[in-house]
């Protein structure tokens, strides 16, 4: 079976309206890159062909309800874990997510009003084990954030909203962080690019750094481990007394 160690890892990005991730998303392939580390480079809802379907139906509808678009996305979801980022990952690729589960929880449950708790069934039963390592939370004033994406000559459905479904979703994410501190990294995405840049090359680097000398540890245990073992042709003697 494969270790949990020969994995690739799975980097999650997530935030509010113009918060930066395009930004964001370069400086952690220039991190990897630069760690000589193979990625997939992915977004949800999308990802696959029926995913990416998918999400032209969830942003470009007229309406749709809110528990539709709950399970529009938790289907578009499974097809992308299942065709994509499990297959990534289980290669030792690394996956680098343009938003993921979490963004259920901000926009569905903060955002709509859904019951928490379908929402951790819900991805209980199409997430399972295939959790983010590392979540990258861009965090920013949704006025401020709106105010950067205002020149855009198109918008889509849900960024059509306002301002108090934004605030909902901003708290939803920052619950998420309080709920997981031991993979999610805030991010204040109110600072000048540079700033941004820095503090997310400095987290990747990091987390890197913390991945390979675990992978290094985990093959010292195994070379370890296999020179204790008995040579295949001697089995080893009778327990004591026989
Ligand atoms: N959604 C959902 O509801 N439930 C789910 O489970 C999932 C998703 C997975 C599509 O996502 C929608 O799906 C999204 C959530 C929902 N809905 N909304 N709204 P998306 O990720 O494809 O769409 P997006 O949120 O609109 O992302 P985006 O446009 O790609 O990213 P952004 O962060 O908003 O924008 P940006 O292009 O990176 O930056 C915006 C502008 O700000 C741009 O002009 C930059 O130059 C400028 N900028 C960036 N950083 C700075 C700083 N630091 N200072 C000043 N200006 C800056």
Redesign the pocket.
Known sequence: MQSRTDRGRLITLE?G???????ALKSIQTVLEEAGIRYVLT???GGTAEAEAIRDLL?GAEHLEPITELLL?FASRREHINKVIEPALAAGLWVIS???VD??YA??GGGRGIDRHLIEQLDQAVVGPCQADLTLLLDIDPKLGMA??RHRPRT?R??NEQLAFFERVRQAYRQQARQHPERFRIID?S???NR?RGEIETILKDFVTATQHQQHQHQHESRHTDSHQPPIDKKPGPPDGH
């Not at 309206?17 to 930004?23: I, Q, S």
């Open positions: 935030g309206e113009g918060a930066g991730k395009t930004t977004r949800e809802p942003l996305m343009d938003r993921y963004a259920s926009y569905q950067r994406i889509d849900i960024e995405a600072q000048a690019k941004v």
